[in-house]
């Protein structure tokens, strides 16, 4: 594989990311309007808000996975969003959890989770599979190396997704509401999983509706309206005494839905 | 999600879904016995009135004669066999260059952003112009045309002349079969693989060509044995395959038998590959139905 392009040494300093004035649009519609965010090493920092509050918009942009329109993500000192980057080079140090899984249904799970180290990181296929096994034992899904992603259920994909995410060693890991598409009595053991990287002081940004979870885990909560960060702080200033209205409005409503 | 009494969410949709009852299968199994002898019984008296029929026409007996003459039938199959095995050179050769060259064009369409706009453009004509022009008239130019330029180096075996014009008309077809195939992956399948570092051309050829491929293979076949059928085309060229042999035969006995016979040929090979083709559908219809739960 070729050598990053001149980003990665430099890397070592700044925190972990930054965002400022992040704006992107599609079409005429403005999802993300000034986003500014910072993460140090090991937060975790949990995204709240409604659905098409641009939560998922700014994950994949974070991730490249969209293009901006004005402003800069800058990943330990380096501004990825830079003309000339080398994306492929920076996106294996920022891992994504989709929402939908997004297994590749025709790989074995071993084969999900070590496409990314054997093709980007250029892994010899006997050290890659001994790394993979590793992670999918650390996370109870050794006997499930060899199945294919359709003979799982919907929490085993997300914790396979999970470790194809972790196989990469990122710096930074995205999720993006990944366990909005679970069955409510599968929930717990994904969660489990992030808490446990939450522990082990991974560094993370996390699109949620899983509240208790966020006030649980976070280390920052963020509350997005209509592409801004409305609001902002820690679990126990969000969830007790919100400043903003649209905040208060939101975890009511919440509440009543009895997430809360 | 659904927030203070939205609509239900998907996942919760499909778990009401799944607690649906099973299919009554014993009422289905009865009705499948049943159905089927009524399907037996009318296909006998359907075919026997339609064999009465046409015995009973007035033409009949010079008919019989004409195509079905046991004399001329066996003299002329060996030929007939003889002949067709240029007839399987011709399609295998050319359904492997088709595979190739087909997949290229695929992707050549299938490449995203203005950059590769020209090569877009290219396979986009090249697709639109041997879809286009009657394969006939591609075989007749390129054999006569080209070959009759006479310049060094241009072979003028028309069975080169042949393949080229087989492959060509094709490619066109089955590029679209591909590139449908391209398209049915969902941008997230891309999106994943890019997200762990893949270049696009990785993502390609690891995650999304081999889920495409395999989902085209069963309208694969269906062009290959379309192809396999127009081989007779490449008659034209002067080439003694199974159709100029079957109409030499013809001319000779003043007998259209050895036309029926080459007939029998084709179905005998083409057959097994359309149950083939259908018998993978099925298939893939089946392990959809059991792994969509």
């Known amino acids: ?19 400022e004035g ?20 090991h937060d975790v920092v949990c995204l709240i808000g409604s659905s098409g509050s641009g939560k998922s918009t700014l994950l994949r942009c974070i991730n490249l996975l969209d293009s901006i329109d004005a402003g800069r993500i800058v990943v330990k000192g380096a501004e990825i969003t830079a003309r000339g980057v080398d994306v492929n080079t920076l996106r294996r140090r920022i891992g994504i959890v989709f929402q939908s899984f997004n297994l590749f249904p025709h790989m074995s799970v071993l084969g999900n989770v070590t496409l990314g180290p054997r ?34 259920s919907g929490g085993q994909q997300q914790r396979v997704a999970i470790v194809r995410a972790l196989a990469m060693s990122p710096d930074l890991l995205l999720l993006d509401e990944i366990t909005s598409a679970l069955d409510p009595e599968l929930v717990a053991d994904v969660l489990d999983v992030i808490r446990e990287l939450a522990y082990g002081g991974m560094t993370m940004l996390i699109a949620t509706h899983e509240m208790g979870f966020a006030r649980d885990i976070a280390s920052r909560v963020c509350f997005l309206d209509h592409g801004v960060i409305l609001e902002q702080g820690t679990p126990a200033e969000m969830f007790s005494e919100p400043r903003e209205a649209r905040t208060r409005q939101f975890l009511q409503r919440i509440i009543e839905a009895g997430r809360l | 999600m659904s927030i203070g009494g939205g609509p239900l969410d998907t996942g919760a949709l499909a778990a009401i879904e799944r607690r649906a009852p099973p299919p009554r299968r014993s009422w289905r199994d009865e009705g499948g016995l049943r159905s089927l002898s009524i399907a037996a019984v009318s296909s006998i008296v359907f075919f026997t009135l339609l064999g009465v ?55 050549l369409r299938s490449l995203p952003g203005p950059v590769f706009f020209p090569l877009r453009l290219v396979a986009t004509i090249y697709v639109d112009f041997f879809r286009a022009v009657p394969g006939l008239l591609i075989i007749t130019i390129l054999g006569f045309g080209v070959s009759g330029l006479g310049l060094a180096g241009v072979p003028t075996d028309p069975f080169i002349w042949a393949v080229v014009a ?20 969902h941008p997230s399948q891309e999106a994943a693989a890019r997200s762990l570092g893949l270049s696009r051309v990785q993502a390609l050829r690891y995650v999304i060509l081999p889920q495409a491929v395999r989902r085209v293979i069963p309208p694969l076949l269906n062009d290959f044995i379309g192809l396999q059928k127009d081989t007779v085309l490449v008659s034209y060229l002067g080439i003694v395959e199974a159709f100029r042999e079957a109409f030499v035969l013809q001319a000779a006995k003043f007998n259209s038998t050895p036309y029926v016979a080459l007939a029998l040929i084709f179905l005998v090979i083409t057959l097994p590959l359309a149950r083939f083709t259908d018998w993978l559908v099925a298939r893939d219809r089946r392990r959809f139905m059991a792994t969509a739960r």
């Open chain 1, 1 to 19: 594989m070729t050598a990053p392009a001149g980003t990665t040494d430099a890397a070592a300093s700044g925190p972990a990311l930054e965002v």
């Open chain 2, 53 to 107: 029929a046409i015995v009973n026409a007035p033409g009949w007996n010079e008919v019989r004669d004409y195509f079905f003459n046991g004399e001329i039938f066996s003299y002329s199959m060996p030929k007939l066999v003889d002949a067709f095995t240029l007839n399987i050179q011709l399609f295998m050769t050319a359904e492997v260059l088709i595979l190739v060259l087909a997949l290229v064009l695929a992707v």
């Open chain 1, 119 to 152: 093709k980007a990181l250029g892994l010899p296929g006997v050290q890659a599979d001994a790394q993979a096994l590793e992670l999918l034992g650390r996370f109870g899904l050794a006997d499930k190396a060899r199945e294919f992603p359709d003979r799982l």
């Open chain 1, 22 to 41: 992040l704006w992107k649009s599609f079409g005429s519609l403005h999802v993300l309007r000034g986003i500014d965010l910072a993460l140090a090493d």
């Open chain 2, 166 to 185: 087989l492959t060509l008309v094709y490619s066109a077809y089955v590029s679209e079969v591909y590139r449908a195939g391209i398209e049915s992956i």
